[in-house]
């Protein structure tokens, strides 16, 4: 039987992104996943309750989500990783391909905080929880070579 993975919806085609904006993985790339696993597409910026388009947002060094103007999202985004969370253990999911450099979703490298297009290392605000919580994140860009890593 299929195991099945979370993916961010917005690498599935869904146009979730801050700007109403799709990032869609390459057809290859979705058709080879599709054959080993059932996805389960999240967007957890949505989950969380935030509105589509909205303001792009970073974490600061004190680990808050603000938008460039100053507003303090980090409530929404912790819904949206609680419920992302809760999906993975109702479904028994183990693995999630996540969206890169995100507030939510990003995998190794985020968004510094300042708006200047930065990257520090890290991880977004539902990758953490779902690591803390023994769920293995990648990235998209890890994408191929897991797939070769994955057993019949
Ligand atoms: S929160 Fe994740 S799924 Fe939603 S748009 Fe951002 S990167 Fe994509």
């Known amino acids: 039987m299929k195991k099945t993975i979370l993916v961010s919806s917005c690498l599935l085609g869904c146009k979730v992104r801050y700007d109403k904006t799709s990032k869609p993985l390459p057809k290859e790339q979705l058709i080879a996943l599709e054959e080993k696993f059932n996805l389960v597409g999240v967007c957890p910026e949505v989950l969380g309750g935030l509105p589509c388009p909205r303001q792009p947002a970073e974490i600061s060094r004190d680990r808050e989500v603000l938008t ?45 905080g300042t708006f ?3 990257l520090i290392n890290g991880n977004g605000i539902t990758s953490d929880l779902l690591l803390k919580n023994g769920v293995k994140v990648i990235n998209e860009s890890e994408l191929d070579a897991w797939l070769k890593t994955v057993k019949e």
């Open 68 to 112: 460039q103007s100053g507003q303090v999202l980090s409530t929404f985004f912790l819904k949206g990783a609680h419920e992302a969370l809760n999906i993975c253990k109702n479904y028994g999911i183990q693995l999630a391909v996540l969206k890169s450099k995100s507030p939510s979703c990003g995998f190794g490298k985020i968004y510094d």
């Open 116 to 118: 200047s297009g930065c």
